[in-house]
C-alpha cells in the first residue's frame, strides 16, 4: 500500500511539472485568440498605435490588437510575439505544429457588455490577441473563431533602421517612431535641434511622442531608449530643410 501512495504522489507531482513546462517554460503563456480585418487584412489598418497604413510602415499582416492587460497603454507598440494554437488543447480548430509571429499594431478593447467568456474576450485581466485574419488563418481553422494559444515575446526582424514621422505644427513636435527592430517598443525619447540641447519627449498615444521646441530650419537628431535598456543616437536623421508631414531614417537599428 505505501508503494502505491507514494507511487500516485510521484505521479501527481510529474503531471504537475509537465504542466508548469508546457505553461510557462521558455517564456511561454497561454492566452487566447481572435480575428479581425478581413481576408486583406483592410479593417486593420491605422489602429491605437498610430501606423497608419501598416503595408507602407512595413508591418503588413501579421499584426494583432493585444487586450488592455498586454498592451499596456500603448508601451507594447511594436513588440512582436510568436503565437502558436494551443493543440493539446483545442485540436478540432487549431492547425498543429505551426506558429507565427505578429508585431502588436492596436489595442483590443474591453466589452463590459459580455461576459468575460463570452464575448469579452479583451476584458481585463484577460491575456488575448485579436490577430489579423491572414496571420490568425495560419495557426486556426476559420470557423473556430476562437482558439487557446500559447505565445512569447520574441525579438523583431525589420529591414533597415528606425523610421521617425515628423508631424505636428511650429511648436509642438509629434514624432511617430516605427520599423524598430530587436525589443520592438520603447521606453523613453529625446530629440535635439542642431542649435539645442537634449528635450525629452512624452509619450502622446500609441508610438507617437511629443516636444514643445522651435525647431524649424534645424538638423533634428533623436536619443531613443528601448525596453531592453539599449539607447541608441540617430544624430542628424532629418536635415535643415525638412518638413512636417515627412519621415526620416538613417539606416540605425536595434538588435
Known amino acids: 500500500m505505501a508503494c ?3 507511487l500516485f504522489h510521484l505521479v501527481v507531482v510529474v503531471a504537475a511539472c509537465l504542466a508548469a513546462t508546457a505553461a510557462g517554460a521558455d517564456g511561454w503563456n497561454r492566452a487566447f485568440a481572435t480575428f479581425y480585418g478581413g481576408s486583406n487584412a483592410a479593417g486593420t489598418m491605422g489602429g491605437a498605435c498610430g501606423y497608419g497604413n501598416l503595408y507602407s510602415t512595413g508591418y503588413g499582416t501579421n499584426t494583432a490588437a493585444l487586450s488592455s492587460v ?3 497603454d500603448g508601451r507594447a507598440c511594436g513588440e512582436c ?3 502558436m494554437c494551443d493543440y493539446q488543447t ?17 489595442l483590443c478593447p474591453p466589452d463590459y457588455s459580455k461576459p468575460n467568456d463570452n464575448g469579452g474576450w479583451c476584458n481585463p485581466p484577460r491575456q488575448h490577441f485579436d490577430m489579423a485574419q491572414p496571420a490568425w488563418e495560419k495557426i486556426g481553422i476559420y470557423r473556430g473563431g476562437i482558439v487557446p494559444v500559447m505565445f512569447k515575446r520574441v525579438s523583431c526582424s525589420r529591414n533597415g533602421g528606425v523610421r521617425f514621422t ?3 505644427n511650429n511648436y509642438f513636435e509629434l514624432v511617430l517612431i516605427t520599423n524598430v527592430g530587436g525589443p520592438g517598443s520603447i521606453r523613453s525619447v529625446q530629440i535635439k535641434g542642431s542649435r539645442t540641447g537634449w528635450v525629452t519627449m512624452s509619450r502622446n498615444w500609441g508610438a507617437n511622442w ?12 533623436f536619443r531613443v531608449t528601448a525596453t ?6 540617430f544624430w542628424s536623421v532629418a536635415p535643415n530643410y525638412w518638413r512636417f ?3 526620416f531614417t538613417n539606416g540605425v537599428q536595434f538588435y
Not at 505551426?98 to 508585431?103: E, K, L, P, Q
Not at 514643445?212 to 533634428?220: T, V
Open 90 to 106: 483545442n485540436n478540432r480548430w487549431c492547425v498543429r505544429g505551426t506558429s507565427v509571429t505578429i508585431t502588436a499594431t492596436n
Open 210 to 221: 511629443q516636444a514643445n521646441n522651435y525647431l524649424n530650419g534645424q538638423e533634428i537628431s
Open 4 to 6: 502505491r501512495v507514494c
Open 166 to 168: 515628423i508631424n505636428g
Open 228 to 233: 531592453n535598456g539599449q539607447t541608441l543616437e
Open 245 to 247: 508631414g515627412q519621415t
Open 81 to 83: 510575439y510568436q503565437i
Open 70 to 72: 498586454l498592451f499596456n
